[in-house]
């Protein structure tokens, strides 16, 4: 029998009409498929599909082969992004959200959350990033400041652009009971680390699928120690910044919903200082109070009293400092006065002359306040134990990168201009090197919990931002390369 629909399509006129409805329907079909800024990848369901790993063998990717791995990485984008457009964006985004690197991602901040590690002390989680880039094809150099990374990917030639994760935990007891809660008795991911080192070889992965488009090269730095010791000088000493001449960070952020990309130019975070005072008295303790000895006590009160003015009287009232004293100790007891009286606390600043005359002042402070009282005080600032932090500030050029970068991956509206912040951050000795940016991922989903501050017992993160980090990273370096190379061509 005859096909009656082959006499149909061989009548002229119906076969115009019917293919102008198939383009019709084709370019409705491709709209719904790929709308502006699409978000279904934030799924939910993805949180109960990733495998369980075998007790033991928690730093053995175990739900992939090298193949499979691999297999991601073909890309099927062959578009030329010197010049950027959507479709680059797009193809970016397109790789981060796959269903098999959402679960794999989260698989690889979920080990690291198991087994929380301090600073200079991140062996493993530095073996399981080392594990992922050999799968990955990435050459690296190992070790840096003990446990740090230097990754390369690229042409091997300048302009080169660093992208940075921290990767130490806090010595802090997790209060969250869940299925990969941490596995260290008084150790816990309590900051996002985790979730940093997960959204970098995120970024990773999607940079060597694209390995073909970039315009230099991308180092990616694996550092430890972010919150105690400094990690970063240590880092910058140990040749992190080779060659680099701009380096971009982020941090998650439970002010911000989940995926929503925050920043601001200039200064962000403040730099941050500790003080310890000593007061003495005469040479040997008072055993009657009635003796007209000096009083250190009330010398300690006065110079304390004394340090509010420093901000209150003699600061900018827009320049944000913070002097706070946090503790005294004169001993306990009650029939003599004291020889010897501590006190200390930190401070705050949000630029290094604003800095640099706080720790002038508080010393002359204290020691003037002492000589009122015929006593004698020194001030120790720790300079020689690495906790003096400078203040974080943004480069204006690089901040307006990272915006565009977002603006295009995400849409306007899930970029934010931020408030600074009086939180510091050892980022900071990267931006006094080089042009750099820091900003943040909203991590905010109250559904989950994850509304609590960073060093709580209870600090949850929303995972669904992890893809979303990893294509932020990518694209920044890869347009920051594409951008550089363009000036140098011309």
């Known amino acids: 029998m005859r096909n009656p629909l082959f006499s149909l399509t061989t009548n002229p006129t119906i076969l115009f009409i019917i293919l102008v409805v198939c383009v019709i329907i084709s370019k409705f079909s491709t709209a719904a498929k790929s709308p502006d800024h699409d978000f279904s990848y934030l799924d939910e369901s993805t ?8 007790p ?15 297999s991601l990485l073909v ?42 590690e301090l600073a200079f002390e991140e062996v493993q989680t530095s073996r399981l ?12 150099l190992f070790p840096l400041a003990k446990t740090g990374i230097r990754a390369l990917l690229g042409t091997g030639n300048p302009p080169f652009v660093a992208i940075r994760a921290d990767m130490d935990a806090l010595p802090i007891q997790e209060g969250v009971e869940w299925e990969h809660k941490s596995k260290n ?3 816990m991911h309590a900051c996002g680390h985790d979730a940093h080192v997960a959204m970098l070889v995120g970024a990773a992965k999607i940079l060597k699928a694209r390995e073909k ?50 920043s601001r130019s200039g200064p962000l975070l403040a730099g941050c200082g500790f003080f310890k005072a000593v007061i003495t008295g005469q040479t040997s303790p008072a055993r009657n109070i009635l003796h007209r000895s000096p009083d250190t006590v009330l010398a300690a009160s006065a110079a304390v009293i004394s340090l509010q003015g420093i901000v209150s009287r003699e600061s900018n ?39 640099q005359q706080l720790l002038k002042r508080i010393e002359e402070v204290i020691v003037g306040q002492a000589r009122v009282y015929r006593c004698s005080a020194t001030v120790d600032f720790f300079k020689d134990a690495d906790t003096i932090y400078p203040p974080l500030v943004n480069d204006e050029k690089m901040y307006e990168h990272v915006k565009k970068v977002a603006v295009d991956l995400l849409g306007p509206t899930n970029f934010r201009v931020v408030e600074q912040v009086m939180g510091s951050e050892d980022f900071s000795f990267y931006s006094e090197m080089i042009p750099a940016t820091f900003f943040f991922i909203g991590i905010k989903n109250e559904t989950l919990g994850s509304v609590h501050s960073p060093h709580s017992p209870l600090f949850v993160i929303d995972e669904n931002a992890l893809a979303v980090g990893a294509a932020t990273h990518a694209a920044i370096a890869e347009r920051y390369l594409n951008d550089r190379s363009m000036i140098i061509d011309s």
Not at 47 to 54: D, G, N, S, V
Not at 129 to 140: F, M, Q, S, T
């Open 213 to 262: 488009h970039l315009k230099g090269t991308v180092v990616l730095v694996f550092q430890p120690a972010e919150e105690a010791g400094n990690g970063a000088k240590k880092m910058i000493e140990e040749g992190a910044l080779e060659n680099v001449e701009a380096i971009f960070a982020l941090h998650v952020s439970h002010l911000l919903p989940t995926a929503v990309i925050g």
């Open 47 to 54: 949180l109960a599909t990733t495998p369980q790993l075998k």
């Open 185 to 187: 008795a008084g150790k």
């Open 317 to 355: 009232p827009l320049d944000s400092q913070v002097v706070s004293v946090t503790f005294m100790n004169s001993g306990n007891d009650t029939d003599e006065m004291p020889f010897r009286v501590e006190f200390g606390g930190t401070l705050r600043a949000f630029s290094n002359t604003s800095f």
């Open 75 to 116: 890309p099927n984008f062959d578009k030329d992004c010197t010049f950027w457009n959507r479709d680059c964006s797009e193809e970016i985004m397109r790789i981060a959200k796959s269903p098999e690197n959402i679960k794999w991602i989260k698989s690889v901040r979920r080990r690291i959350h198991e087994n929380p």
């Open 129 to 140: 990033i080392r594990r992922e880039l050999d799968e990955l094809g990435i050459r690296y």
């Open 56 to 70: 033991g063998s928690k730093f053995k990717n175990q739900s992939y082969t090298s193949g499979q791995i691999k």
